[in-house]
């Protein structure tokens, strides 16, 4: 059974970079597509992007200028950088794995997600 | 970007009741649509994907239909373990984008 686990500091100063890390286990990295998404405090889900186990990547031009998503396929991780971030940048941060099937593409597993607070 | 607007913001049911939640892209997405169930503290469920096609172990209570703009999620007959905030999410273009969510309450 594939499990994703979100990692990394709770609590991050303004203007400063936020950084978790995804743990696969239960299946390689090495195939699908793998996604961050957050949810800020009282509000909807906002896709950030994803990367493929090749590095290939696709963020969300609204955070485009601040993002970087990585992998790396020894340790079956990927992990999130967001720079400069403000208070509008608290929130719940989910990883996810985006599997294809034929023309579909679906987040059919999800970590539990870890909060991320920014505040000085 | 693709909006996603869902309707109701909110509603109220009892257990028993068939509910339906809509769905609205603001262009065609040729049925790119996914459909997320995502109770407090827990890691959001696919319920369905491609509009229609039910997520293996997915109640059968649960449905999709729709296509072009409008799609909806019913579920038959409402359970205690399906109050929860539901979610339809479009994958045509990136960025991928979310309705703003529908939370169904206990009447």
């Known amino acids: 059974q594939v499990q994703l686990q979100e990692s990394g500091p709770g609590l991050v100063k303004p203007s400063e970079t936020l950084s978790l890390t995804c743990t696969v286990s239960?299946?390689?990295?090495?195939?699908?597509?793998w996604s961050w998404i957050r949810q800020p405090p009282g509000k909807g889900l906002e896709w950030i992007g994803y990367?493929?186990?090749?590095?290939?990547?696709n963020y969300n031009p609204s955070l485009k200028s601040r993002v970087t998503i990585s992998v790396d396929t020894s340790k079956n991780q990927f992990s999130l950088n967001l720079s400069s971030v403000t208070a509008a940048d608290t929130a719940v941060y989910y990883c996810?794995?985006?599997?294809?099937?034929?023309?579909?593409?679906?987040?059919?597993?999800w970590g539990k997600g870890t909060t991320v607070t920014v505040s000085s | 970007d693709i909006q996603m607007t869902q309707s109701p913001s909110s509603l109220s049911a009892s257990v028993g009741d068939r509910v339906t939640i809509s769905c609205r892209a603001s262009?065609?997405?040729?049925?790119?649509l996914d459909w997320y169930q995502h109770k407090p503290g827990k890691a959001p469920k696919l319920l369905l994907y491609?509009?229609?096609r039910l997520e293996s172990g997915v109640p059968s209570r649960f449905s999709g239909s729709g296509s072009g703009t409008d799609y909806t999620l019913t579920i038959s007959s409402l359970q205690p373990e399906d109050f929860a905030t539901y979610y339809c999410?479009?994958?045509?273009?990136?960025?991928?984008?979310f309705g703003q969510g529908t939370k169904v309450e206990i009447k």
């Open positions: 996810a794995r985006e599997k294809i099937l034929y023309s579909y593409y679906y987040m059919d597993v």
């Open positions: 239960g299946d390689s990295i090495s195939s699908f597509y």
């Open positions: 990367i493929y186990y090749t590095g290939d990547t």
């Open positions: 262009q065609d997405i040729r049925n790119s």
């Open positions: 491609g509009a229609s």
């Open positions: 999410q479009q994958y045509y273009t990136t960025p991928r984008t």
